[in-house]
């Protein structure tokens, strides 16, 4: 298995494919920041990875476009799955990998590798015009497991580690640690910025999601679970909400810009 992955990572096709992986999901932050100044103004839409599909399906030659997507979405899931297998950036010779902190990125790499497999299919689908709304799944999904005592342990769970991504996101934005995953040094006046402010967006949204979960399951509200949608829903009912969402949807814009720059500049 070591010797497989190991010569997978050393083929440049695959790695360029993996690297087109963080173009999409640039492509798809920026429609979902698209999407929540439309909601800012009071229009409809999913802010969220189903709901930026959703608009690029209904798009001209948007089928093709997704068919693409889930080739490329699919390449960074099974570089994530390589990494999880030989440790972190597997392409630099000489890398130590062992200890806590390996350990952590071998999980962190597996768990990349689940989320990019699920917006891989995700793509599929919808390119096949099958795909649903992720929102509605995840409100189904928490109003199942609502019903039983362990289900919504497993909630709780899931809204504890969804907090910790989140806070995680803030914290690797403020520290401008994201700075390591790059083979540029220093950053720069844009890209540091941009790194910055996406991370940081993402990551209070993220944590917003986290903490409407504990909110459900303690209320027995399902619509509460919704994701990721919710969460940047849940912005807009706050105290000067269209700015929280304006300012939301920079943050998601800034991310992805800044996916563009992992493309290119990433450490594989």
Known sequence: MHGAARAATGSRPFELAARAGYSIS?????????????????????????GAMATLAAQPGGAVALWVAAVGLAAMALWRVAEAILGSHPTEPGREHAGASDAFDRIKSMSLA???????????????????????QNTGLTAR?????????????AAVVIICIGGYHVYKGLSTKFEEDLTVTGGGPLITPLGIAGYT??????????????????????AKGAGLDAAVKSLGQAPF???????AAAGFAAYGAYCFVLARFSRM
């Open 241 to 247: 909400g269209k700015v929280m969402l304006i300012a």
């Open 145 to 157: 497991l609502l019903q039983t005592g362990w289900g919504k342990g497993i909630l709780l769970i």
């Open 114 to 136: 689940v989320l990019y497999i699920g917006l891989a299919l995700a793509a599929v689908r919808f390119a096949g015009g099958g795909g649903q709304s992720s929102s509605k």
């Open 201 to 222: 967006a993402k990551g209070v949204v993220l944590g917003g999601a986290g903490v409407l979960l504990v909110i459900a399951t303690v209320t027995t509200d399902p």
């Open 26 to 50: 640039g492509v798809l932050h920026l429609v979902i920041a698209y999407i929540i100044v439309h909601v800012a103004f009071g229009m409809a839409g999913n802010a969220d990875q189903s």
